[in-house]
């Protein structure tokens, strides 16, 4: 996982380390995700799984656990 190149969330707070972050495999196989202060701990899942992933968030499917 070293070679990934990790990018941070564009709804990240400015200046802090409070964010998402989301990187491919080099292979394109698979995504994989973080919170920038805790790298070590990644989910990792299939390109088409978090792409139905971000449709359900952009959807408002899991605003009512907020």
């Not at 080099?26 to 978090?50: C, F, N, Q, Y």
Request: aromatic fraction near 6%.
């Amino acid at each position: 996982m070293s070679q990934m190149r990790w990018h941070k969330s564009s709804f990240s707070e400015p200046g802090t380390e409070n964010c998402v972050e989301l990187a491919a495999e080099p292979s394109g196989a698979g995504r994989h995700l973080r919170e920038s202060d805790e790298p070590g701990v990644v989910v990792t899942t299939s390109r088409s799984a978090l792409a139905a992933f971000l449709r359900a968030v952009k959807a408002g499917e899991f605003d009512r656990l907020v």
